[in-house]
């Protein structure tokens, strides 16, 4: 069966070829998957489940339909749409997984997640995710007008563009050691994540073991998914998926 992965979308109305190729995807190449995984960051921003600012509506259409067709969506929050929640889920029929999820794929123990967690070396936005991830941080920031929420993300960007210029670029890829780790904890040959904006397969070994890490890629400059199918593992344009 094929198993299709994507991250990293970034879905916003002003962006509309990576809008066009997503329906591309959800309509087409996704209907004969056995399961679509999105590892976070599918929407540029996402406020709350009640934050039905476009294209939100009409991407929740495009994921209940899918789902609705027999394929199964599981979902793992990114630094930009961590609040997506159950009222989401029920809308659109999308499994939500925890943060760092193991699965069986093609006979490998494979672990996948958004991956910001594992740039230990940042260490302002490990605090920074802390902060955010709290439930009760969350609770007082979802009980603020969608206008308030709007105004506060947008200050929050502003500033975290500021302070991303100034940084190094390598504290913000994986630190390899958070790698490692992770794969030896779970005993897992094989890393799937989004997040860099860095597509690449890395080749290691834990414990021992041959492991892979294999990055996705976003969709600013195109749209690709990893499609795995009868033990091939291969980065695909949307548009070139049959």
Same mark, same amino acid.
């Given at each position: ?11 916003? #109305? ?13 309509? *087409? ?15 540029? @921003?996402?406020?709350? &489940? !009640? ?13 209940? =339909? ?14 930009? !749409?961590?609040?997506? *929640? ?23 123990? $494979?672990?996948? $997640?958004?991956?910001? @967690?594992?740039?230990? *070396? !940042?260490?302002?936005? @490990? ?5 955010? =991830? ?14 308030? #929420? +709007? ?57 021992? #073991? +041959?492991? =892979? ?7 600013? &400059? ?7 199918? !009868? ?12």
């Amino acid at each position: 069966m094929l198993t299709l992965f994507a991250s990293d979308l970034h879905l916003h #109305r002003d962006r509309p070829a990576s809008l066009a190729a997503f329906a591309r995807l959800v309509r *087409g190449p996704a209907r004969r998957a056995e399961t679509l995984y999105l590892l976070g960051d599918v929407f540029d @921003q996402w406020l709350g &489940d !009640d934050d039905v600012t476009a294209p939100h509506p009409e991407v929740e259409e495009e994921l209940r =339909r899918l789902s609705d067709s027999g394929t199964r969506i599981a979902f793992i929050a990114g630094n930009h !749409d961590f609040l997506v *929640g159950r009222d989401f889920a029920a809308r659109t029929g999308v499994a939500l997984l925890d943060d760092v999820t193991a699965i069986d794929l093609e006979g490998r123990r $494979t672990i996948i $997640t958004h991956g910001d @967690q594992l740039c230990t *070396g !940042d260490v302002d936005y @490990q605090a920074f995710r802390a902060h955010a =991830r709290n439930p009760e941080v969350q609770r007082e920031f979802l009980a603020l007008a969608l206008e308030e #929420r +709007a105004l506060m993300a947008a200050r929050l960007r502003h500033r975290s563009r500021e302070l991303t210029a100034l940084k190094p670029s390598d504290i913000m890829d994986v630190a390899p050691d958070a790698v490692e780790a992770l794969l030896h904890e779970h005993r897992a040959d094989d890393l799937i994540h989004g997040h860099t904006h860095r597509p690449a397969t890395h080749h290691l070994t834990v414990a021992g #073991r +041959a492991c =892979r890490r294999i990055v996705l890629a976003d969709w600013y &400059d195109g749209a690709s998914v990893l499609a795995v199918e !009868d033990g091939g593992y291969r980065s695909s344009p949307v548009s070139a998926l049959a």
